[in-house]
């Protein structure tokens, strides 16, 4: 791995996050769990938190809204499919059950593509790169800023 970020387009960011791999390196094995990332990637080194507290506070919100407009989309083809006559109690608790099964099944793919969209925004530099990869703690040392 060379010492100097690669400027990855914003299309193999997401590409990478979509099949749960680093958005900078592209290396597998970011999870500890279902729902825990590990803290750095295990080949580039990335803290995957990049230095901040609150840092998927967006994958929140990005998973929300992933997984209502993937609701939207299959409610509105279904309802479609069966006009005139939906099954309108069935769309209720099919949906409701789906939202939040959707919600739990798309929480993983949410924390690495918010991770890939913010480096589409925010590039590492060297200098943040070599941060992570020394274990930086905000505590510690202050995060190097674009």
């Known amino acids: 791995m060379p010492d100097t970020p690669?400027?990855?387009?914003?299309?193999?960011?997401v590409g990478r996050a979509a099949?749960?791999?680093?958005?900078?390196?592209?290396?597998?094995?970011?999870?500890?769990?279902?729902?825990?990332?590990?803290?750095?990637c295990p080949s580039c080194g990335l803290r995957l938190e990049r230095g901040e507290g609150d840092y998927f506070v967006g994958a929140y919100l990005f998973n929300l809204i992933a997984v209502e407009l993937i609701l939207f989309v299959c409610v509105c083809g279904f309802v479609f499919l069966t006009w005139p006559d939906p099954p309108w109690d069935l769309i209720t608790y099919v949906t409701g059950f789906l939202m939040l099964?959707?919600?739990?099944?798309?929480?993983?793919?949410?924390?690495?593509?918010?991770?890939?969209?913010d480096l589409a925004i925010r590039p590492l530099s060297a200098e943040?790169?070599?941060?992570?990869?020394?274990?930086?703690?905000?505590?510690?040392?202050?995060?190097?800023?674009?």
């Open 19 to 40: 099949t749960l791999r680093c958005p900078h390196c592209g290396a597998r094995g970011l999870f500890q769990s279902f729902f825990a990332l590990k803290t750095n």
């Open 101 to 117: 099964a959707g919600c739990v099944l798309c929480y993983p793919f949410a924390k690495v593509t918010w991770l890939a969209v």
């Open 128 to 146: 943040e790169l070599q941060w992570h990869r020394q274990g930086g703690d905000v505590g510690e040392r202050e995060l190097p800023h674009i």
């Open 6 to 13: 690669r400027h990855n387009g914003f299309w193999r960011l």
